[in-house]
């Protein structure tokens, strides 16, 4: 069952590590949480690690770089592990091939450029559709305006010509301050559901775990960590960390804060049984804020 608690701190001395989702828990793309850069702050004081684990489809510098801007203070994290790291190293193991097609938007070209040292070295075209091996999605090309009903006919045509696409960023939608954004993984689903064939590197899918837990270990010296796995996305952080056999903090005042009650300060713990039955999905707690 469930346990609900207020603070990170209530369950801190069970952990040595927390692998900590961003947007939605630490920040909300415009400003960073104050209780939740306290929390992280205060759990590193402790002489534990706080690594940041995204589903962002660009690596880890700009991640660093996106942080910075918007204000999150470097001392409450010690590593960072995004989606677009481990994408990348699919992308230069040759999974899709040589010659790709890039669906996604200008600010995602540090994919392409900002690779990593000690990846695997293979070189990369990047090409149109019609002559494409494969096709890397890092996100929509503009996901202030688009949908997922934009690209229809450019998946239709890869569907025809089977090519495989590699999703960045598995996430469905973001919420940008009070806007809500669809992700990478929103046109991963409409491509699946065309019967096309894609391959995920983010949450909740291992290679992101693989690569986190090698991070903490070359951080740490330690192999063998007591996780926490935090986050507002049950079907990415939650799933994903049940799946890697780590426990979870679901954030319940996130993306899917109006389902648990009409004050995300005061979920209702009968609707967040509910909902995650009905999604047979199990989370170790649950707390409305990270904090």
Not at 37 to 63: I, Y
Not at 188 to 204: D, T
Request: charged share 25%; with cysteine.
């Amino acid at each position: 069952m469930t346990e609900m608690i207020r603070s990170l701190g209530e369950v801190a001395e069970r952990y040595d590590a927390v692998f900590c989702d961003l947007w939605g828990c630490l920040h909300n793309g415009k400003v960073p949480f104050a209780a939740a850069v306290a929390a992280l702050r205060a759990f590193r004081a402790e002489g534990k690690a706080v690594l940041l684990l995204t589903n962002s489809p660009r690596p880890k510098s700009s991640v660093v770089e996106q942080l910075a801007r918007i204000g999150v203070p470097r001392d409450c994290w010690d590593e960072i592990v995004s989606s677009g790291d481990a994408a990348q190293y699919g992308l230069l193991s040759g999974a899709v091939g040589q010659r790709v097609h890039h669906i996604g938007a200008e600010k995602d070209e540090s994919f392409f450029t900002d690779l990593p040292v000690d990846g695997p070295v293979l070189e990369i075209s990047r090409v149109p559709l019609a002559e494409a091996e494969g096709v890397v999605c890092t996100g929509l090309r503009d996901d202030l305006t688009e949908t997922p009903e934009d690209y229809r006919a450019a998946l239709l045509m890869m569907k025809a010509r089977d090519l495989v696409m590699l999703c960045a960023n598995p996430d469905l939608i973001v919420d940008l301050g009070e806007r809500r954004l669809y992700c990478a993984g929103a046109l991963a689903q409409a491509y699946e559901a065309m019967g096309g064939e894609v391959l995920y590197y983010g949450k909740p899918h291992p290679p992101i775990y693989d690569l986190a837990r090698r991070k903490l270990a070359a951080m740490t010296g330690q192999e063998e960590a007591r996780i926490l796995a935090i986050g507002d996305g049950v079907n990415t952080d939650v799933q994903g960390g049940m799946a890697e056999g780590i426990d979870t903090l679901f954030v319940t005042g996130g993306i899917a804060a109006a389902e648990f009650g009409p004050d995300p300060a005061r979920p209702d713990p009968a609707a967040l049984a509910e909902w995650l039955e009905a999604r047979e999905m199990t989370t170790t707690y649950a707390i409305p804020f990270l904090a």
